[in-house]
């Protein structure tokens, strides 16, 4: 209850959880993944599943849900709802938390990061270093989810944006201009 965790653990994590209430299928206030289409915009949480159709390639988008893991940096802190209208889903999501980062230019001022050059996704906080980056940068991330259902498809849009309090330096090789 010292040091670098004064709450004496190094991952706290909690939510709320409302399902089924009028027109709203889900909403989550605290700690909650999302998984929206097949992937490629937003998928916090992990995608496994099993099937014997070798063909069978796609992921079953699971919407917004509850975050129970000890993984501290593949889940969203904030506010996530779920609206079911008719034929539509309308899914809206806000994130602000602190992640670990390596940090390479400090305000000399006010002591805020300016740029950080990637992010730290051990975990592991036993080293002074790593101490240092824990929790350095702070991600806002706003997003949503707009979807129609039909009898037998269902066709949607999704849009994330990710926002830091610092700047992103990039390296230059080809894996990092992404």
């Given amino acids: 209850f010292k040091g670098s965790n004064p709450q004496g653990f190094d991952f706290n994590s909690a939510y709320i959880q409302v399902s089924n209430t009028w027109k709203m299928k889900e909403l989550i206030l605290g700690d909650y993944i999302v998984s929206l289409g097949q992937g490629v ?3 916090s949480g992990l995608a496994f599943e099993k099937s014997p159709d070798v063909m069978n390639l796609r992921r079953k988008a699971q919407g917004i849900s509850r975050y129970t893991s000890t993984d501290e940096n593949a889940f ?36 805020e990061p ?33 979807s129609c259902n ?29």
């Fill in 41 to 43: 915009n937003t998928w």
């Fill in 76 to 111: 969203f802190r904030g506010l996530a709802t779920t609206f079911e209208l008719s034929h539509f889903e309308i899914t809206g999501f806000v994130s602000v938390k602190n992640i670990d980062a390596n940090i390479t230019e400090i305000d000399s001022l006010s002591e």
């Fill in 114 to 146: 300016l740029s950080f050059s990637s992010f730290q996704t051990s975990g592991i906080h036993a080293l002074p270093r790593q101490i240092e980056d824990e929790d350095a940068i702070r991600e806002t991330v706003i997003g949503g989810n707009l």
């Fill in 150 to 178: 039909f009898e037998r498809s269902r066709v949607g849009f999704s849009a994330t944006h990710y926002l830091f309090n610092a700047e992103f330096q990039k390296g230059d090789d080809p894996d990092d201009f992404f």
